[in-house]
């Protein structure tokens, strides 16, 4: 199978969490797999816990969906925690999509009664929330607990420098302190790189006990899962309502009007 892997950073910025996200995944696929890693090349890369900038982040990400259905890939992977886009490229796509937060958070409530997730800071923690309202998955939410990074790309200096090291896990340990006594059964990192860091330190649980959810080999593991049940069943996303594409007799309509890429699934005038 063919696995189109979705990063929200400009890779060539991040070159230590490249090299790891790379082995992460290199350790996580089967032998049979096919993984291909991309990340922001038109435009940002570096700031999407501002909304604006994911806004415009997530428009390549579209793009490239069209890209992986062209290309024959076999499912699209979201790497990024605040999901940018996922019902969007859902819509779109007759292969499966997953995201990162979502993916997590359902296989979190499998580990576990209870889950947190360690954020990044407070302008990122609403992002998280958000999603977890979205989901349906309150109940079993105890909290946003926040490391204070204020800007993102300080992280890159975890992956080689022993004093950033340091200080980012100190800084994620004391928040998982506090969602330990929030009642957090389960952690999860909010965001990639974080995850990344945790996996290349190999830090699996807290010093307070609690399981750390490693969401990079999570969101692969579950990836390949939605091309096997959909290999097996011919279908895997959902058509009705949410994920609906525009019907066939609105179709050519649209496409005169949006461009004849659109919808690439759905047949008729324009469709490839």
Request: aromatic share 8%; net charge negative; glycine share 10%.
């Amino acid at each position: 199978m063919k696995i189109w892997y979705q990063s929200m950073t400009n890779l060539p910025n991040w070159p230590g969490y490249q090299r790891v996200l790379h082995s992460v995944i290199d350790r996580a696929k089967e032998a049979g797999t096919e993984v291909e890693v991309h990340g922001m090349t038109k435009v940002g890369g570096i700031g999407d816990q501002f909304r604006y900038l994911e806004y415009l982040e997530t428009a390549e990400l579209l793009d490239n969906v069209h890209q992986a259905i062209d290309r024959g890939f076999d499912a699209f992977l979201i790497g990024n925690i605040g999901d940018p886009g996922l019902r969007a490229a859902r819509e779109v796509a007759d292969i499966p999509v997953l995201g990162l937060c979502e993916s997590s958070m359902h296989l979190a409530c499998i580990m576990g009664a209870s889950f947190s997730f360690i954020t990044i800071n407070d302008k990122f923690t609403p992002r998280i929330v958000e999603n977890v309202t979205t989901y349906g998955l309150e109940k079993r939410f105890v909290g946003a607990h926040k490391m204070n990074i204020t800007r993102l790309h300080d992280l890159e200096g975890g992956f080689e420098n022993p004093q950033s090291k340091a200080r980012i896990l100190s800084d994620f340990e004391a928040a998982a302190e506090s969602a330990d006594k929030a009642g957090a059964e389960v952690l999860i990192a909010a965001g990639g790189v974080v995850s990344g860091l945790l996996a290349h330190w190999q830090v699996s649980q807290s010093q307070c006990g609690i399981p750390i959810l490693d969401g990079i080999t999570s969101l692969v593991k579950m990836g390949e899962m939605a091309v096997k049940i959909q290999s097996l069943t011919g279908r895997f996303i959902s058509k009705r309502r949410l994920y609906a594409p525009p019907p066939l007799e609105q179709i050519e309509e649209l496409r005169k009007a949006y461009g004849n890429y659109i919808y690439p699934s759905v047949p008729g005038p324009g469709s490839r």
